[in-house]
Nanobody, 114 residues
Framework: QVQLVESGGGSVQPGGSLRLSCVAS????????MRWYRQAPGKGRELVAH????????NYPDSVKGRFIISRDDAKNTVYLQMNSLKPEDTAMYYC???????WGQGTQVTVSS
């Protein structure tokens, strides 16, 4: 069945880095654009990174531009999110999904705190 499994979250101090992974199954991964989203407590879900199906194009909102990098490995059906220079406001549950959206996975928690 269709599944998205996120991992790699954790607790880190401001300025630190984390690398999130999302393994996809149940659909043809290499023809789909993929995205990372996040949702902080009491807030709506926010798109933080987008990568095209062929990996040529990436897009980020200003809030993470220059700090986050999305990438993909089609051989592993995996999309990654490298997060650098983390800030307390990056604290959230992080989810991946494809375009068009599927049911959401369980997400992975990122906490940035001193």
């Amino acid at each position: 069945q269709v599944q998205l499994v996120e991992s790699g979250g954790g607790s880190v101090q401001p300025g630190g880095s984390l690398r999130l992974s999302c393994v996809a199954s149940g659909f043809t991964f290499n023809i789909r654009d993929m995205r990372w989203y996040r949702q902080a407590p009491g807030k709506g879900r926010e798109l933080v990174a987008h990568i095209s199906w062929n990996g040529v194009s990436t897009n980020y909102p200003d809030s993470v531009k220059g700090r986050f990098i999305i990438s993909r490995d089609d051989a592993k059906n995996t999309v990654y999110l490298q997060m650098n220079s983390l800030k307390p406001e990056d604290t959230a549950m992080y989810y991946c999904n494809r375009v068009p959206l599927l049911n959401w996975g369980q997400g992975t928690q990122v906490t940035v705190s001193s």
